[in-house]
């Protein structure tokens, strides 16, 4: 979806904000949020930590509660 943004400048002229449709910056939040979670996939590949089995990890966190 292409932008349709308007920005808000100052008495000199200096863009200070702007405005988008909520439909735009909706569009951008869900964006953001897709990419944060490829971050956080690539950042856990990266690490070398031993991996558990679900089932195990799960043990784990409810004999911690």
Do not use: R, S
Not at 18 to 24: K, N, S, Y
Not at 57 to 62: D, K, L, Q, V
């Amino acid at each position: 979806m292409p932008l349709k943004e308007q920005f808000i400048t100052d008495e000199n002229g200096k863009t200070i904000g702007v405005f988008l449709t909520i439909e735009a910056y909706q569009t951008l939040l869900d964006q953001l949020e897709e990419l944060e979670a490829i971050q956080a996939y690539d950042a856990a590949i990266a690490e070398e930590d031993e991996e558990i089995p679900f089932e195990v990890a799960i043990a784990e966190i409810e004999e911690n509660c």
